[in-house]
């Protein structure tokens, strides 16, 4: 079979804004190493080439001439990129097509989020013009619900299948008159990479004896940041000597949580931390007297690994969640997730995460405290969410949901 994944976002640091990067970039992969021709149509790095093969797997850089006049990433100037990606790409699209099928191969395109709606109507267009439209594929997914207005509804449907990423999504989605399938989330091979003991071991020296909280997440309200500083102050109050690690964004809301930190007496400390697990390491040296390490600097996924291992609890308790990849990441990583009121799909209370059912910072504080008083409790959630992350693994939802689904509409 040869796919076609449409998304604005993609591998490139240029293209990479949010958890749109994570999912493209993961399920193209995993389906260029299932051994499937793979195409990834997205708005990439002006400088790099527009073409570019991997084996199975070939990233296209589209509407480059217009990044050229955008530095500022992906989503810099994406009325014109928007423009020209729907009109321009579809035709490209069609000519693929037509070889395709002239040589029996099936054709499959997945298309993510509101920018690539447009061009799906195009394409789907183009398509039916050309009596082609029977013979090819055509899902649309939406992973949150930025821009859903501005979707042609009664069109999409016809002119796609409709997925999203979990059931919270598909029942906020009802209110547009559409029933979108469920096909979650994955993750990638090297998010079940582990982390070496000694490493582990190191991380815990450092910060010994400290409560570790860990919180990754871009500084937006809906993900409960200015709770996330009240859980740390009442941490402290109870003599805990609680230590969050956090890493947000450039976003304004930013500076809004680290006033209200010191507005509760918490201390902040900023690092900037090179790559990998020593350079994580080496920003915790002298921080006894922080509350909060707040890291401007990238973190890379291994620095995360470890981060997610050894903390006693990631705080991925936001208020509106679509799917909630940080959770699954730390479950991956044999960490303890703290998910919040939204309802992660993958979360179960006391078994495999901490899942919050209130707003209140002393819900938060009574379930930390609760684990740490009962260590072997806390090592199976660890075992349990790394049994269930295992489940979300790209190779396993293109197996068990992706694949039935082409099954289901090609009938």
């Not at 955008?70 to 490209?92: A, I, Q, T």
């Not at 029996?104 to 013009?129: G, I, K, N």
Request: glycine residues 8%.
């Amino acid at each position: 079979m040869q796919f076609h994944i449409l998304s604005f976002e993609g591998p490139d640091a240029y293209s990479r804004a949010g958890g749109l990067a994570s999912r493209v970039t993961g399920l193209s992969a995993q389906l260029a190493a299932l051994g499937q021709e793979t195409h990834l149509w997205f708005v990439g790095d002006p400088r790099l080439p527009g073409h570019e093969s991997r084996d199975k797997l070939h990233l296209h850089r589209w509407c480059q001439w217009i990044s050229n006049h955008h530095p500022g990433g992906v989503y810099d100037g994406e009325h014109g990129k928007r423009y020209d990606y729907s009109e321009s790409l579809p035709p490209f699209l069609l000519h693929l097509v037509m070889k395709a099928l002239r040589n029996d191969t099936p054709v499959t395109f997945l298309a993510e989020e509101w920018h690539t709606a447009p061009a799906v109507l195009h394409l789907d267009e183009l398509l039916r013009r050309h009596g082609l439209r029977h013979r090819v594929r055509i899902l649309w997914n939406a992973n949150n619900m930025f821009g859903l207005e501005h979707v042609d509804w009664n069109r999409m449907s016809e002119a796609a299948t409709l997925t999203t990423v979990s059931r919270y999504m598909k029942h906020a989605m009802h209110p547009f008159g559409v029933d979108p399938v469920v096909i979650p989330n994955g993750l990638e091979p090297t998010a079940f990479d582990p982390v070496a003991p000694e490493a582990v071991e190191q991380f815990a020296n450092t910060i010994a004896p400290r409560l570790v909280l860990a919180k990754v997440a871009r500084f937006d309200p809906d993900k409960r940041w200015l709770a996330t500083v009240e859980i740390v102050a009442e941490l402290k109050q109870r003599g805990a000597r609680p230590l969050l690690i956090a890493r947000g964004g450039m976003e304004a809301h930013g500076r809004e949580v680290l006033a209200r930190a010191r507005e509760l007496g918490l201390s902040i400390g900023e690092r900037n931390a090179k790559p990998g697990v020593k350079g994580l390491i080496s920003a915790l040296q002298h921080i006894d007297n922080i509350d909060i390490l707040h890291l401007r600097s990238h973190l890379d996924p291994e620095a995360r690994r470890m981060l997610f291992r050894c903390a006693s609890a990631v705080l991925a308790n936001s208020s509106r969640e679509p799917f909630g990849l940080v959770g699954l990441e730390a479950m991956a990583a044999h960490g303890i997730a703290c998910t919040g009121i939204s309802g992660e799909d993958y979360a179960v209370p006391g078994h495999n995460a901490i899942v919050l059912q209130t707003h209140a910072p002393s819900e938060a504080v009574a379930q930390i405290e609760r684990l740490q008083l009962r260590p072997l409790e806390a090592r199976e959630i660890r075992r349990a969410g790394a049994t269930t992350a295992r489940n979300y693994a790209w190779g396993t939802v293109i197996e068990r949901n992706l694949i039935p689904q082409l099954e289901l509409s090609s009938l």
